[in-house]
Nanobody, 114 residues
């Protein structure tokens, strides 16, 4: 059974950091590109970051460039999103995605508030 399970969300003050993890089971991520999306209340789901299978190339939404870092550990079958200098506008549910087969995790809530 294929699963993507996100963890690491929570409530953080503006300027803080969070590290999200996505652990895959039922398939090996090493051959596939992986993505992080987010969806704020009342807004469309937004692509935040993309990493190719080898991890050599990464792409980011303009809104998070320079603050977020996507990485992967193919041996551990995990993808990570390091989020720094968090802003209230980063508040959303964050989802892990394997685009080729359109696999999605259940999401993890990130709330930035003082």
């Amino acid at each position: 059974q294929v699963q993507l399970v996100e963890s690491g969300g929570g409530l953080v003050q503006p300027g803080g950091s969070l590290r999200l993890s996505c652990t895959a089971s039922g398939f090996a991520i090493r051959a596939y590109d992986m993505r992080w999306y987010r969806q704020a209340t009342g807004k469309e789901r937004e692509l935040v970051a993309h990493i190719i299978s080898t991890g050599v190339r990464k792409n980011y939404a303009d809104s998070v460039k320079g603050r977020f870092i996507i990485s992967r550990d193919n041996a551990k079958n995990t993808v990570t999103l390091q989020m720094n200098s968090l802003e209230p506008e980063d508040t959303a549910v964050y989802y892990c995605n394997m685009p080729l087969w359109d696999y999605w995790g259940q999401g993890t809530q990130v709330t930035i508030s003082s």
